[in-house]
């Protein structure tokens, strides 16, 4: 059975972005850079792909990408109508209309989908952001990929943005890039 893996970048204080969305205080540079170009190649968005030379590289953990419309927007705005080419996209809006025939618009139960894509056959599924369809997904979440930052924000778009509800993972593997500060921690569900 395929697994559901939230793999993001965080603040220290848990938040996934800054109040306007924005992410770029997140370092993507020495070792990391290295380290998710060649473990994580297909979360670099298409436009990406060529420039960080992964053209043809395969895609090694997930074939399924789904995020929220928050998500989704940036990219939308900047005409970026399937940013991950090389997955099967999927994205969760009640607002959103279809822009492109490679990405599907969702507007019913993301737990739901999440459930059914894990009965087919593939590689993983990536949930790629944002906090309140995390929030949502919470149960479905098999596997936390979080790459803390040394920064802290204050406000944003929260990790998890949801009902309080404890859910216990464990901590599996860490790594630290001591050229950055960043620590990837890798968790599964308890």
Excluded at 40 to 46: I, R, S
Excluded at 93 to 98: I, K
Excluded at 123 to 147: F, H, N, P, Q, S
Aim: net charge negative; hydrophobic share 35%; proline share 8%.
């Amino acid at each position: 059975m395929r697994e559901l893996t939230y793999y993001v970048a965080a603040s220290l204080d848990g938040y996934i972005a800054g109040p306007d969305g924005s992410y770029d205080f997140f370092v993507f540079e020495g070792e990391l850079q290295k380290t998710v170009l060649a473990e994580y190649p297909e979360t670099m968005p298409t436009p990406a792909r060529g420039p960080f030379g992964l053209t043809t590289t395969p895609n090694r953990r997930f074939d399924t990408v789904i995020m929220g419309r928050g998500t989704y927007e940036p990219g939308l705005r900047m005409g970026l109508t399937s940013p991950y080419a090389h997955l099967e996209q999927y994205v969760v809006s009640r607002t959103l209309t279809a822009t492109d025939p490679a990405v599907k618009i969702v507007d019913g139960d993301p737990a739901a989908l999440v459930r059914e894509l894990k009965e087919r056959d593939g590689k993983g599924i990536w949930l790629c952001g944002g906090g309140k369809l995390a929030g949502a997904l919470r149960d479905e979440i098999d596997e936390l990929v979080i790459k803390h930052n040394p920064v802290v924000l204050g406000s944003g778009t929260p990790l998890f943005d949801g009902p309080f509800t404890p859910t216990g993972f464990l901590p599996v593997a860490r790594r630290d890039f001591g050229d950055s500060g960043v620590s990837m921690v890798t968790y599964r569900r308890k």
